[in-house]
């Protein structure tokens, strides 16, 4: 076994080994930006999106349950499309202005401490993740590589001229499908430290978590559109850290993302040998990032993740190995004698009819505003946890998303008509199967660390749990970022369907996972509770502003 196992072990058990250094503080004041900054690179606005029709989420995120319009699908994705996409997803779209039960409180009225509200979510508000537009001659922009700026939602050019062939070579053999067909690449990094001054060692396994919120965004918002994206995670890493000029320890690319463009590709799409010229002759980006912070940390096992995960980067798994990691299958039976807990039958679910955009708008974290006065009601929880269940990232290790990684386990406390007791979510049945009797709520509270979330108020708390030894075992240590991005995933359709809902949503990390393996029953086997998710109404008539950018 290597470091891979090591830290997910380390991990599961924070909760009560904390993992090194035990006495790091965060330096708020010389804390670094939330997005890059490149101050001498040519910046141009994108195509506002104010006139783009919306479309309903429920393809997006429930697509067996609810098809394409035929007047929604688009043929590939546009300029004024990808816009969209990028301003929806991880642009800023507000300020966040609400009184909640967040530490962060105090300061949102400063504009220095301000909080800006994002389609998808990000582990702590920090938003590592780094957007990179590899633009070929079948698009709209001249060829070359640019960045997204979420601040500005502009693209700053990085590198002009064509360097797909250097994407597609990276890339290799048994990519995502198309990946060999297209000239326009969305190349997303990670720069550690963006993450790291807050959760030093634990930050691998966040970030982790932030590239499958922001993947997951996509796949709806495409799905919606009748598009469809795969990530691809096993390719050339340190190729393309070579390509934008950022070192691999402190930043990395995590995935590679094809497009399917309107436009049929300009010229053969094949990647051709690798040219002979060493690396001091092949185009690099010389943009650095200026970072604000002047003290920059390391944390050793930050460093170690990122060299046992970058080890065998380009050896993508083999057809089929993935599945030795699936999720455990529904149990059968039907009573207490012979599968080990009652069973209570969900109605089916029931897509709303809220559109894609407005739900992103609406996506927020809920933060002390619980209110279990009004139940949660089975139809809702069953659509809640459909979309979950039906959460794949599909890429190159499951091109055809047959693989469910993630099994979910809800712990209900104020649904109506439902007993409270933890059970576990049976996807194929359509049901729950109780593994735990009687109140929760104080298990909740007690084994959470913050008290920004009032979980004994909320409807129901679901937690997904992923074979995370087991994945590693099957695909390698890359495999950790699969694993933890696949929760991500999860967390990030948990949002969206409870915001076309009309429901007030958390998801948080920081928890006795140990606890929650005990009470699951599963602290024997493999299965590890990587998020907890919290499920319900919140209070009427909050305090809060509207200030709405897009």
């Not at 057809?319 to 990691?325: H, M, Q, R």
Request: proline share 9%; charged share 20%.
């Amino acid at each position: 076994m290597g470091y891979a196992h090591e830290y997910a072990r380390a991990v599961l058990h924070r909760g009560r080994v904390p993992m090194e250094p035990v006495d790091h503080v965060v330096d708020w004041a010389d804390g670094p930006r939330r997005g890059k900054h490149y101050p001498h690179a040519e910046a141009f606005a994108l195509p506002g999106t104010g006139d783009l029709a919306d479309v309903p989420v429920a393809p997006g995120l429930w697509p067996g349950l609810a098809p394409v319009a035929p007047g929604d699908a688009a043929r590939g994705f546009t300029l004024p499309l990808l816009s969209a996409m990028l301003q929806d997803s991880y642009g800023l779209t507000g300020r966040r202005l609400g009184v909640q039960a967040n530490t962060d409180l105090a300061g949102l009225p400063y504009y220095p401490h301000a909080n800006w509200s994002r389609g998808t979510a990000g582990g702590g508000g920090l938003y590592p993740v780094s957007i990179h537009w590899a633009a070929g001659p079948s698009g709209p922009l001249l060829p070359g590589l640019h960045h997204y700026d979420v601040h500005r939602h502009a693209l700053h050019r990085l590198l002009a001229g064509d360097v797909t062939d250097r994407v597609r070579r990276a890339l290799g053999d048994r990519a995502p499908d198309g990946a060999a067909d297209t000239d326009q690449y969305l190349v997303l990094g990670v720069k550690y430290w963006q993450n790291s001054f807050k959760y030093n060692s634990f930050s691998f396994h966040v970030v982790a978590t932030d590239l499958g919120t922001l993947v997951q965004t996509w796949r709806v918002w495409a799905a919606a559109r009748g598009l469809r994206l795969a990530p691809a995670l096993w390719f050339d890493e340190p190729g393309l850290n070579e390509l934008l000029g950022v070192p691999g320890e402190q930043e990395a690319v995590f995935a590679v993302v094809p497009l399917h463009w309107d436009a049929p590709p300009a010229g053969p799409a094949a990647a051709g040998p690798a040219p002979a010229a060493g690396p001091g002759h092949r185009p690099v980006v010389r943009h650095r990032d200026a970072e604000r912070s002047r003290t920059l940390l390391d944390f050793a096992a930050l460093r170690e993740m990122h060299a046992a995960t970058l080890a065998g980067a380009a050896d993508r798994p083999a057809p089929g190995a993935l599945a030795a990691a699936a999720a455990r299958p529904d149990p059968g039976g039907e009573s207490d004698g012979e599968s080990g807990g009652i069973r209570v039958q969900l109605p089916p679910p029931a897509p709303p009819a809220t559109g894609l955009r407005r739900t992103l708008r609406e996506r927020r974290s809920s933060f002390g505003r619980f209110d279990a006065r009004r139940p949660v009601t089975p139809a809702q929880l069953s659509a809640v946890l459909a979309a979950c269940a039906d959460t794949r990232l599909a890429g190159d290790a499951d091109p055809a998303g047959e693989v469910r990684l993630a099994r979910l386990y809800a712990f209900v406390s104020h649904l109506d008509g439902i007993e409270p007791g933890a059970y576990a979510y049976e996807p194929g049945r359509g049901g729950l199967r109780r593994v735990a009797d009687g109140p929760q709520g104080a298990f909740l509270q007690a084994n959470y660390f913050l008290a920004n979330y009032n979980l004994e108020q909320a409807g129901a708390v679901l937690v997904p749990t992923v074979r995370t030894t087991a994945v590693l075992d099957a695909v390698g240590e890359r495999g950790y970022r699969l694993a933890v991005a696949t929760a991500g995933a999860v967390a990030q359709s948990f949002y969206l369907a409870a915001a076309a809902l009309g429901l007030g949503a958390g998801v948080a990390l920081g928890f006795d996972n140990v606890s929650y393996a005990e009470r699951l029953g599963l602290a024997d086997g493999d299965e590890a509770p990587l998020l907890i998710m919290a499920l319900g109404h919140e209070r009427p008539g909050p305090a809060d502003f509207h200030h709405e950018i897009v």
